[in-house]
């Protein structure tokens, strides 16, 4: 049986997953050229790694579309000398595009089987500037703060205040939001105290594990 070709694949979807979706950055598109998206899934999912669909992990966790999370990146506008939060990093691919468009990136994840993980990862395929670290996500991480760039790696039904507090003056939040079926890319940004914000494309995301929408009771 011949080996599966992941370059190719790999290749195929940078084609004709990320670059039809407007995604023009050519750093960006480098860094998903690069990044063996492979080798971040489950062993029994390996053959879904490319396919334009989200991946589940089966643990609260999923890998994005590569165009969701390609244009929430791109539309972040991450510069070379920015430090990013990369929220929900599960098993640390998000982290590794990241890695390769900023300065630093911190990942954070809540239990330590996921930040071993997703370390291991990272240090097997050579990413020096980033580190996972273990806390509550709705906390963010503000001892490695503050960051020029927040993005979430799943949908959620409201932005905690936390994050906003951890955003740099100039500084950008890429989210998915949903409260109904479709999800919209929402692109905050903070000026002294205030934080404007702007839908930049819809998406069918899953909900990040915990920030699903509150239930409401009718009497």
Known sequence: MPQFDFDAARE??????????????????????????EKFVPANRMALAYGDAVVDYGDGRSLLRPRDFAKLVQAADIKANEVVLDLGCA????TAILAQIAETVVGLETDEDRVTRATDLLTDIGVLNAAVVQGDLKRGAAEHGPFDVIIVNGAVSAVPQAWFGQLANGGRLAVIMRDGPIGRATLYTKSGDAVGDRVVFDANAPMLSGFEVEPSFVF
């Open 91 to 94: 098993r640390g691919y998000s």
């Open 12 to 37: 195929t979807m940078v084609e004709s997953q990320i670059r039809t979706a407007d995604v023009t950055d050519l750093d960006l598109l480098a860094a998903f050229r690069r990044t063996p998206r």
